[in-house]
């Protein structure tokens, strides 16, 4: 290899020589990738060099001065560069095709490879894949064994509230058979007492002790009515059978009472007519006669001792009959002067009153229906005599802090009534009806007047959120209408308070429109109304006025349409039949100019809160109510005209859509029965 070294460098020097003595006639390339001799000149001296190479003996010869590419060395050998660079070029296309040949190999085998762990990576896939199957069918069938039990639990339960229901149903079947045999027994008790009185023989006398009995009566009537409207709606419990024979049991005892009354009634009549008809015959001086009356026991006397024949006894009857009469006449006169139209506050003056009882009485009835009214006396009277109760607790100076933590401690939770959520609401009612019954502080159970006041001021609060609130945002009344059902059930007499404040806040909720009184100042005869005062002197605007009662109205309407909370099985203390009875002595008040804006407004408002719920309630009567109110009372507020046509335009289109549709919406803002 040395030798073959040294021998290419000498050809290097060899060449260079022989091209630097051809430089200056060859102008081309002769050598190398770029050369351009003639092809057949070098396939000529490319077989030279074959046939040359072809044997390693040296042929001598005389050197030819021509270009060639043959090169010898000292050796002797002679060898061509361009068979060299050939024999390189297969060498390394050799090399070149065994690293493709190994990058191939190499290639199949990572194919190889890779083909296996794709199968080892699909069996594996299809391993996960059948075991997800599998998981997901048992997963179905286990849904399948859950969803059967629970439509098997389902099944049970509907089959145990079925048969609860069953049972509910058996026991108010029961319950009203057992109520109803009483109600027959109470009305055939009644009828007995009408009876004994229609036959007693002193009619005045037995009037009497029937005005003595009159409003416990009536009370225990009023029960009865009650009672079978819980019968018409299905609510009977066995509260109202224990109730039912509470009167009856009463009733008993009255008949009874009336019936030993009666017969000592009679008894004196008997003898007081042998005494006359003994006077008559023996013809005994009055003295004695007076002497033997003395001594006779009666219950009421009403015969005095110088009667002495019937003409006088009856004489006698009808003075005292006359004088009560008169009574009574000169006892409604006090309370309204008849016959004066209900001013404006324009302030106009009133007619002079009537010089007669009668006739005073005759025009009063005009204005106001006798059962309404009789329900505003009761009402304005229950509060006078309520008042008194914590008068001395009011006025003391050492109960002025209590008064005044009183007072907070019910505005705040009555200002935050709302209907957010369950939770919120149920919140407002504890706090209140703690601080009622004295669980919270402050405790007002340590003075004897402090829940009479605790009490009166919760009332005036709740009717103050209906002037302001309510007014403004008609929708908040269901949510205090709620709290107020709630505490009326657990505190009869706050909602008997609630209510006289209502009719005296707001007569229309009675429903009584007041006429001016004798004597009466506007002032006065407008604070009667519902009318507010500054303190300059000067009334309230007329559209603020009717504002703040039809929040009162709204309020009082959602009251009677409120249902119980949960877990209250008795009814609305003051439920829907008194919607009913609003709108029907309304109905029977005659339009007049000065009210018919008051009464559409009213009609309206009444319509919107509990026109459904009546609705659903009493489905002929009620349609039979909006016909009459369309076809015939409307008529007639449009015909005594004076008035602005808004209340009345609002109160013919909400007509006549009911009517049309066959329905009227729901209130807005009202909660659902199970809201808490």
């Known amino acids: 290899m040395n030798d073959i070294s040294s021998d290419f460098t000498c050809l290097k020097v060899s060449a260079l020589k022989k091209a630097s003595r051809i430089a200056g006639e060859v102008d081309r390339i002769t050598i190398g990738p770029d050369s351009t001799v003639n092809e057949n000149e070098c396939q000529k001296l490319e077989n030279i060099e074959n046939e040359q190479n072809s044997c390693n003996i040296t042929v001598l010869q005389k050197p030819i001065l021509s270009h060639s590419n043959n090169s010898s060395t000292q050796s002797g050998i002679t060898f061509s560069v361009k068979k060299i660079l050939l024999e390189s070029e297969n060498q390394r296309k050799e090399e070149v095709r065994k690293v493709i040949e190994r990058h191939w190999q190499h290639m199949k085998e990572n194919g190889k490879a890779i083909k296996e762990h794709m199968a080892i990576s699909q069996s594996h896939m299809a391993m996960e894949r059948e075991r997800k199957s599998k998981e997901n069918y048992a997963y179905i069938l286990a849904e399948e064994r859950i969803a059967e039990q629970e439509e098997i639990r389902r099944r049970h339960e509907r089959q145990k509230e079925v048969e609860e229901y069953k049972k509910k149903m058996k026991e108010k079947e029961e319950i009203t058979k057992k109520i109803m045999n009483l109600r027959n027994a109470f009305g055939m008790k009644y009828h007995d007492i009408i009876t004994l009185s229609e036959n007693c023989k002193d009619k005045h006398s037995v009037g009497i002790i029937l005005t003595s009995y009159a409003a416990k009566l009536g009370e225990l009537h009023h029960q009865i009515e009650l009672i079978a409207e819980n019968i018409k709606t299905g609510e009977v419990t066995p509260t109202d059978l224990s109730i039912t024979e509470k009167i009856v049991y009463q009733i008993d005892e009255i ?120 329900i505003y006396m009761n009402s304005v009277q229950f509060l006078r005599n309520y008042m008194q109760n914590y008068e001395e607790f009011q006025q003391s100076p050492s109960t002025k802090t209590l008064r005044f933590e009183c007072q907070k401690a019910i505005n705040i939770p009555v200002n935050a009534i709302s209907g957010i959520n369950e939770q919120h609401l ?218 602005s046509g808004g209340p009345l335009v609002r109160l013919e289109e909400f007509l006549r859509n009911s009517l049309a549709k066959g329905s009227i919406p729901p209130p807005e803002g009202q909660l659902s029965p199970n809201f808490w």
């Open 426 to 643: 149920r919140d407002k009612y504890e706090r209140l009806h703690n601080l009622l019954i004295g669980r919270s502080s402050p405790n007002f159970n340590s003075h004897p007047q402090g829940a009479a006041f605790c009490k009166n001021v919760l009332a005036l609060k709740i009717v103050n959120q209906g002037e302001t609130l309510v007014s403004s945002k008609p929708k908040m009344a269901f949510p205090i209408a709620a709290i107020i059902v709630a505490l009326w059930n657990d505190h009869p007499d706050f909602g008997d308070l609630l209510l006289s404040h209502f009719h005296t806040t707001c007569p229309y909720t009675v429903p009584v429109f007041l006429a001016k009184m004798v004597d009466q100042s506007n002032e006065d005869y407008y604070k009667s109304l519902g009318y507010k005062y500054t303190e300059e002197g000067a009334i309230e605007m007329h559209d603020k006025f009717l504002k703040r009662m039809s929040g009162l109205m709204r309020l009082y309407a959602s009251i009677t349409i409120t249902s119980q909370r949960k877990g209250i099985v008795k009814g609305n203390p003051y439920g829907l039949q008194n919607a009913w009875r609003w709108l029907a002595a309304i109905l029977n008040i005659e339009p007049r100019a000065e009210i018919a804006d008051l009464c559409a407004t009213f009609l309206l408002d009444m319509l919107e809160v509990a026109g459904r719920a009546l609705w659903a309630a009493y489905p002929n009567q009620f349609l039979k109510l909006l016909i009459l109110l369309t076809e015939e009372y409307y008529p007639r507020m449009q015909s005594v005209g004076c008035i």
């Open 255 to 374: 008949l009874c009472i009336f019936k030993s009354e009666i017969e000592k009634i009679n008894a004196q009549y008997e003898t007081n007519l042998a005494n006359i008809e003994s006077a008559k015959q023996c013809q005994i001086n009055p003295q004695t006669l007076k002497k033997q009356k003395s001594n006779t026991l009666t219950i009421c006397e009403v015969i005095s001792p110088e009667q002495t024949n019937i003409n006088d006894i009856q004489i006698n009857k009808d003075k005292c009959r006359d004088e009560e009469q008169q009574k009574n006449e000169e006892t409604a006169a006090s309370v309204t002067t008849p016959h004066s139209p209900l001013l404006t506050p324009t302030g106009v003056d009133t007619e002079v009153a009537s010089p007669t009882a009668k006739q005073n009485e005759s025009h009063l009835y005009e204005y106001v229906d006798r059962e309404s009214l009789q």
